[in-house]
């Protein structure tokens, strides 16, 4: 029965996705530090970053409960088939906090300071779709906050290398999300949700993403010149450029049979490899 209610728990916050930012966060950490952190500050980054995805996530699902509903993709989620309860999330989303709030805090004090604002962002983000198309840039930005926060953890103080990282963050996760919001496409003009996808249709949205995809790597170049990164730093961007393109390639506005294994599996894989290259760097 517990393993059954953690399942559940974890396929409402799609566990799996902190694949996307975590290895940001790390990123920042590792470029702040100009090498690997200690085991405090790892544990430490990882717990915030769990807990300010899990109460993200699942403040979303509260937000979006009656669309999810509605949506034929996300009608079986757990809070519109009454596999949790609201208030059982609510605590999840209030613990989930908890740890954030407390993790940053054992980190240094502008971790702290700034945690409360990150969740802000988390919070408008689940509303913006019903306003606006520039969603998938607000949903970058919650994402950005990985590797701001990472190298924060480190330094205790703001600079302007993490925000470079931040904006390649933001329109590689853009870009990947207009593709992923290709499968909402007909519903979310239906119900007059806002996306990108909705408003200027998948041909152009196909470009878009194309566009912002090419300005996450011309960030990632301009990063690693402005830091003296090594070559396994740009041999990591050269990698992950690849499968950016294969992404697109694998995408036709005739054919979006492939826009899952364009969202989960190649982008999981896109952050990884630049983490694993550019620790490979400072080796």
Request: charged share 10%.
């Amino acid at each position: 029965m517990l393993y059954k209610k953690i399942k559940i728990i974890l396929e409402l916050i799609k566990f799996e996705h902190t694949i996307f930012a975590l290895p940001f966060a790390y990123l920042g950490a590792i470029l702040a530090k100009s090498g690997l952190p200690n085991l405090s500050e790892f544990l430490l980054i990882t717990l915030a970053m769990a807990g300010a995805r899990t109460a993200g996530m699942s403040l979303n699902r509260l937000i979006d409960h009656n669309l999810d509903a509605q949506n034929p993709r996300t009608k079986n989620r757990a809070l519109p088939q009454g596999l949790l309860k609201r208030s059982s999330v609510w605590m999840l989303v209030l613990s989930s906090l908890s740890l954030l709030f407390y993790s940053s805090f054992r980190l240094n004090l502008l971790c702290f300071y700034l945690s409360p604002l990150a969740f802000l962002i988390l919070f408008v983000y689940s509303y913006l779709k019903r306003f606006t198309w520039l969603t998938h840039l607000f949903l970058g930005m919650v994402l950005a906050c990985a590797p701001i926060g990472g190298w924060i953890a480190i330094t205790g103080k703001l600079s302007a290398s993490p925000f470079i990282l931040s904006l390649g963050v933001i329109f590689w996760v853009a870009g990947f999300d207009i593709i992923y919001a290709m499968l909402d496409l007909e519903f979310d003009k239906k119900i007059g949700l806002h996306s990108i996808p909705a408003r200027f249709g998948v041909k152009k949205s196909l470009n878009i993403s194309s566009l912002f995809h090419f300005i996450t790597v011309s960030l990632l170049l301009i990063l690693g010149k402005l830091l003296n990164l090594g070559i396994f730093y740009f041999l990591g961007v050269l990698v992950i450029s690849i499968f950016l393109i294969y992404e697109h390639l694998i995408i036709s506005p005739s054919d979006l049979r492939k826009v899952n294994q364009a969202f989960f599996n190649l982008n999981g894989i896109i952050s990884i490899t630049l983490l694993i290259f550019t620790i490979i760097n400072f080796i």
